[in-house]
């Protein structure tokens, strides 16, 4: 990994352990090598630092403006050549997505977040289909990722962290030959239900496992 993804990767690392959080990932070996644009949900600030500190692959993101705002984290966004966003400037929009079709075409992988903002919740929000163009364009894999526990960090607890189990799931890659005849929206509903029944098995598996915890063996 690049040194400067190091630091970022650590101090994500420490800040989601100084919370008492678990961060369980499955599907990493599926993440191919090169350039590939990452679609994931957004449950809250701290999908973030999950996908920095455990996907275990040098990213950068595609962010709405606001995050520049925050302290720490907006500096390694911009070292990591993040591109900031602004959806209420149709011209800067536009610049951001060529400048991060640039970037994938650089070798540099992404990820968008397509709700378009948190959802704080596990219940997802209609993906939009712009941020998709970035790998058309680029013609690079389509990496869907489901993320899940991190609201319960902050969105849910009223300005106070608070402690999770966090999920990251990476699931098969989307390669270019595999969307190449769907449309932005169709490429769209199809990544939010993939990410929806990942999201779905995961919820399941870890009820039989708390069941299976709970439930006392008799003779």
Same mark, same amino acid.
């Given at each position: 990994?690049?040194?400067?993804?190091?630091?970022?990767?650590?101090?994500?690392?420490?800040?989601?352990?100084?919370?008492?959080?678990?961060?369980?990932?499955?599907?990493?070996?599926?993440?191919? =090598?090169?350039?590939?644009?990452?679609?994931?949900?957004?449950?809250?600030?701290?999908?973030?630092?999950?996908?920095?500190?455990?996907?275990?692959?040098?990213?950068?993101?595609?962010?709405?403006?606001?995050?520049?705002?925050?302290?720490?984290?907006?500096?390694?966004?911009?070292?990591?050549?993040?591109?900031?966003?602004?959806?209420?400037?149709?011209?800067?929009?536009?610049?951001?997505?060529?400048?991060?079709?640039?970037?994938?075409?650089?070798?540099?992988?992404?990820?968008?977040?397509?709700?378009?903002?948190?959802?704080?919740?596990?219940?997802?929000?209609?993906?939009?289909?712009?941020?998709?163009?970035?790998?058309?364009?680029?013609?690079?894999?389509?990496?869907?990722?489901?993320?899940?526990?991190?609201?319960?960090?902050?969105?849910?607890?009223?300005?106070?962290?608070?402690?999770?189990?966090?999920?990251?799931?990476?699931? =098969?890659?989307?390669?270019?030959?595999?969307?190449?005849?769907?449309?932005?929206?169709?490429?769209?509903?199809?990544?939010?239900?993939?990410?929806?029944?990942?999201? =779905?098995?995961?919820?399941?598996?870890?009820?039989?496992?708390?069941?299976?915890?709970?439930?006392?063996?008799?003779?």
């Amino acid at each position: 990994m690049e040194q400067i993804f190091v630091t970022p990767k650590d101090v994500s690392q420490k800040i989601i352990q100084k919370t008492n959080s678990d961060v369980h990932v499955s599907g990493r070996e599926k993440l191919p =090598d090169g350039p590939v644009l990452i679609v994931a949900n957004h449950q809250g600030l701290f999908d973030i630092l999950t996908l920095l500190g455990h996907l275990e692959k040098p990213i950068g993101f595609i962010a709405k403006k606001e995050i520049k705002k925050l302290p720490i984290v907006s500096n390694w966004m911009k070292q990591l050549n993040c591109v900031f966003i602004d959806r209420s400037d149709r011209r800067q929009s536009v610049e951001a997505i060529n400048q991060g079709i640039a970037n994938l075409k650089e070798g540099r992988s992404i990820v968008i977040f397509p709700e378009g903002t948190r959802g704080k919740g596990s219940k997802l929000n209609s993906f939009k289909s712009g941020g998709l163009k970035l790998a058309t364009k680029a013609n690079v894999p389509i990496v869907p990722v489901a993320i899940n526990g991190t609201y319960q960090l902050l969105e849910s607890g009223k300005g106070c962290i608070g402690t999770s189990t966090i999920t990251l799931t990476v699931i =098969d890659p989307i390669y270019p030959d595999e969307y190449e005849d769907k449309t932005h929206r169709e490429l769209a509903a199809e990544i939010q239900g993939i990410i929806e029944n990942a999201l =779905d098995s995961n919820a399941t598996a870890r009820r039989l496992e708390n069941s299976c915890q709970t439930t006392p063996i008799t003779e």
